[in-house]
C-alpha cells in the first residue's frame, strides 16, 4: 500500500483568491488522480495526473480553473484558481496500486471552504 | 458505460442487527467492483473488490459482497453491525478507459450508515 498525505487538511478561503492543495507519496508512482467530493455527494475525478506530461481534465474540468503541477514521482499539486462558494469541498488524490492498475489508495483529502 | 447506483442515501441499523447496503452496477466490460468507507473526517478505505474470482468477497471488519451478474448487483453485508461501521459506503466499479493505461474509478452516490445503540 501507499501512504499518501494532503497539505492543507483544511482551509477557509476569500471568494476570488487562490489555493494549492499538496499530495505526498512514500513511493514513486507514475501516475497520481485528483478528485473532488462536494459536500453530501459522491466523489468526481478531476484529473490524471503523469509524472513528466500535461495532465488530462475529465470533462466539465478545465486547466485554468484546476491548474495541476507534477514535478516528480512522489509529489504533485492542484491549484483551485479564482474560487467561489461553489468550490467548497473535499479534494482528494489518490494513487493506484503498484500491483493491481485498477485499485488506488487514497490520501485524507482536504476540506476547502470558500467564503 | 460504466456506471453504479447505490439504492439507499442513508441507511439505519440498530447495533448487534445486520448491515445491507444495496449497489447497483452497469459496465459494457467485465466489472471491477470496490466497497469503500470513509469515516467522517478520515481518508477513503477499500473494504473489499471483486475481479473477477470468487462471487463472494470478504473484506475487512467482518463485511462481505457478493457479485451476482444477473441482477447486475454488488450488495455489501455485515450479520452484525457495531457502533464503529456508522460511516459513509461508496460503491465503486472500475472504467478501463483510463489515462495512461490506468483504470478510472467511478462512485456511486454514497450511502450513509447510521447505528444506534
Known amino acids: 500500500s501507499a501512504v499518501i498525505s494532503q497539505k492543507p487538511s483544511r482551509d477557509i478561503c476569500q471568494r476570488g483568491t487562490s489555493l494549492t492543495i499538496q499530495c505526498q507519496v512514500d513511493s514513486q508512482v507514475t501516475m497520481m488522480f485528483w478528485y473532488r467530493q462536494q459536500p453530501g455527494q459522491s466523489l468526481t475525478l478531476i484529473a490524471t495526473a503523469n509524472q513528466g506530461s500535461e495532465a488530462t481534465y475529465e470533462s466539465g474540468f478545465v486547466i485554468d480553473k484546476f491548474p495541476i503541477s507534477r514535478p516528480n514521482l512522489t509529489f504533485s499539486t492542484l491549484t483551485v484558481s479564482n474560487m467561489s462558494p461553489e468550490d467548497s469541498s473535499i479534494y482528494l488524490c489518490?494513487?493506484?496500486?503498484?500491483?493491481?492498475?485498477?485499485?488506488?489508495?487514497f490520501g485524507p483529502g482536504t476540506r476547502l471552504t470558500v467564503l | 458505460a460504466q456506471s453504479v447506483t447505490q439504492l439507499d442515501s442513508h441507511v439505519s441499523v440498530s447495533e448487534g442487527t445486520p448491515v445491507l447496503l444495496r449497489c447497483n452496477y452497469s459496465s459494457s466490460y467485465s466489472p471491477s467492483l470496490f466497497w469503500y468507507v470513509q469515516h467522517p473526517n478520515k481518508g477513503l478505505q477499500l473494504l473489499l473488490k471483486?475481479?473477477?474470482?470468487?462471487?463472494l468477497v470478504k473484506g475487512i471488519n467482518g463485511f462481505e459482497a457478493e457479485f451476482k451478474k444477473s441482477e447486475t448487483s454488488f450488495h455489501l453485508t455485515k450479520p452484525s453491525a457495531h457502533m464503529s461501521d456508522a460511516a459513509e459506503y461508496f460503491c465503486?466499479?472500475?472504467?478501463?478507459?483510463?489515462?495512461?493505461?490506468?483504470?478510472?474509478?467511478?462512485f456511486g452516490a454514497g450511502t450513509r450508515l447510521a447505528v444506534h445503540p
Open positions: 471483486y475481479t473477477s474470482a470468487a462471487t
Open positions: 465503486v466499479v472500475s472504467d478501463p478507459r483510463g489515462s495512461g493505461g490506468y483504470n478510472k474509478l467511478i
Open positions: 489518490s494513487v493506484p496500486d503498484s500491483q493491481v492498475n485498477n485499485e488506488q489508495f
